[in-house]
C-alpha cells in the first residue's frame, strides 16, 4: 500500500497546470473589456461559492500532518507510549482512533474494524446475543467475497466458520489473533513512520 499521507495522484495540481489556468482566466478576462464592474464582482462571488463547495477539499486532510488526531488533542508522551507496543496503542481510545483514520487513508481499514467486531463481541452480555453478532461478523468480514473481507489463511478461515455453527465468546479468538499479528507487522510499522505520528512526537496535533 501507499504512503497513507501523500495525496492522491488526482488531487495533486502542478505547477505548470496552475499557470495555464492563470492564463487562460487572464485571456478571458482580456477579451471581454467592454463588461462592467458589476459583471466581475457576479464573477467573484460565483468563484467563491463555487471554491466553498466540499468537492474542492475532498481528500485536503490526507497532506496535512496532524489531520490523525484533529478529534482528540494528544501529547508528545502519549504518544510515545503509542510507539511501544501495538498494544498500547490500540488499548487507549485516542490511540485507536488515531489508527483507524490512518488505515482509512491506507483504504484497508477493513482489518481494525473486524478486531472493534471482535472486542464488542468478545464483551456480549448474553448467550443469546453471540449468535447473530457471530453470522454479521462472519458475513461481513471472514465467508469468501464479503464486503469487507479480511486476509485469512484458509485453515483459519475453516476453523472459524465451523466455531460460529456454535458460538462462544472465542469463537473469532484465532481470526482475530491473525489479523491483530498482521495489522502488527505490517500497518503498525507504517503508522509509526508516518508524518502524522512523527508531528504528535514533535507537539504538533
Known amino acids: 500500500m501507499e504512503n497513507p499521507l501523500l495525496l492522491l495522484p488526482q488531487l495533486n495540481i502542478s505547477a505548470s497546470e496552475d499557470k495555464a489556468h492563470f492564463r487562460a482566466m487572464r485571456s478571458a478576462g482580456r477579451e471581454e473589456p467592454q463588461k462592467g464592474n458589476t459583471g466581475a464582482k457576479q ?50 481510545k485516542a490511540g485507536l482512533e488515531a489508527f483507524t483514520k490512518f488505515l482509512k487513508t491506507e483504504f484497508s481499514e477493513e482489518n481494525i474494524e473486524f478486531w472493534i467486531a471482535c472486542e464488542d463481541y468478545k464483551k456480549s452480555k448474553s448467550a443469546q446475543e453471540l449468535l447473530p453478532k457471530a453470522k454479521t461478523i462472519f458475513e461481513t468480514f471472514i465467508q469468501k467475497d464479503a464486503p469487507k473481507e479480511v486476509n485469512l489463511d484458509w485453515h483459519t478461515r475453516e476453523v472459524t466458520r465451523v466455531a460460529v455453527g456454535q458460538p462462544g465468546r472465542g469463537a473469532f479468538e484465532a481470526a482475530q489473533r491473525r489479523v491483530f499479528a498482521l495489522m502488527e507487522q505490517d500497518s503498525y510499522r507504517r503508522f509509526l513512520r508516518s508524518a502524522a505520528y512523527l508531528s504528535l512526537l514533535r507537539g504538533h496535533s
Open 43 to 92: 464573477k467573484r462571488n460565483r468563484l467563491s461559492l463555487l471554491l466553498q463547495r466540499p468537492e474542492f477539499h475532498a481528500g485536503d486532510h490526507l497532506g496535512k500532518p496532524g489531520s490523525l488526531t484533529k478529534a482528540a488533542s494528544v501529547s508528545p508522551e502519549e504518544a510515545v507510549k503509542w510507539g511501544e507496543s501495538f498494544d498500547k496503542l490500540l488499548s487507549e
